[in-house]
């Protein structure tokens, strides 16, 4: 067995899935993850403080929710050490200062979008978004939700539009079936002309699932990306619901995104 295909073994014995269907062509050399450093960001108090309220959340779904979150981002910090990145951990309150000599910043949609802002906008860092509504405050699309940036209900169907490129994991263009269900949360973007798209939501050729900046490539209203940006559709509770292609995708971003431009 193959170095890849044991990375890919691994992480679905982890997230409970199966390799079927799956191409294992090396499209991102997974050796750039060795020792990388991620600073991996989502919410740390939310869980804690609803466990903690007296009386309980009037909501009886409110704990089970943010234990599903919290789940999420745990397997997510898993996947990444699984390929060799060293983690380390951030809230929204955490300084800018936390990003410094780190080889990537993750920012999960568990997070408070407002608690966060532009901290990370300038940072010269690479960075992967999952919280939508970070995507206007990072300059990666314009400002309004529902018009430049959203999320869909009742998905689990991609369109890969630009198979041949590294972030699209080997995978053949057109429909991926990308989650287990068909009743789940994708977020999307619209994004600038400077951006690579790699994936729309089915139907919607305008909602980009998933897509990226170069460095210095251009921005919303004229902005520079200071480094490797990108966008991955991820919901607070959707990472644990991946498929083989969808975890084939967020792999490939990470690995493609840390990775040094030619």
């Known amino acids: 067995m193959n170095n890849l295909r044991r990375i890919f073994v691994t992480a679905g014995i982890m997230l409970g899935i199966t390799l079927s269907g799956l191409s294992t062509a090396a499209v991102v050399d997974p050796v750039v993850a060795r020792g990388k450093k991620v600073l991996y960001v989502y919410n740390q108090i939310k869980l804690e403080k609803a466990k903690a309220m007296v009386p309980p959340p009037a909501d009886p779904k409110r704990i089970p929710a943010l234990e599903t979150w919290r789940r ?147 921005m919303n209203s004229e902005f520079l990306a200071p480094a490797r940006r990108l966008s991955f559709f991820l919901w607070q509770d959707t990472f644990e619901q991946l498929r083989p292609e969808g975890l084939a995708l967020f792999r490939a971003a990470v690995l493609w995104t840390v990775t040094r431009p030619d």
Do not use: C
């Open 72 to 218: 999420n981002d745990n397997k997510a910090i898993d996947f990444l050490k699984s390929l060799g990145f060293v983690v380390t951990s951030a809230d929204e309150s955490s300084p800018i200062e936390a990003a410094q000599n780190q080889d990537l910043i993750i920012i999960s949609e568990s997070v408070d979008a407002l608690d966060i802002g532009t901290k990370y906008r300038n940072v010269p860092v690479p960075l992967i978004t999952f919280e939508n509504d970070l995507l206007g405050e990072l300059g990666m699309t314009a400002l309004k939700n529902g018009r430049d940036y959203g999320t869909d209900e009742n998905q689990r169907f991609l369109w890969l539009v630009n198979a041949p490129h590294p972030l699209a994991a080997g995978l053949a263009a057109g429909i991926q079936n990308v989650l287990n269900d068909e009743n789940l949360k994708m977020n999307w973007g619209k994004p600038g002309l400077g951006a690579i798209t790699i994936a729309t939501l089915r139907g919607e050729p305008d909602k980009a699932a998933i897509f990226a900046y170069e460095k210095g490539a251009t």
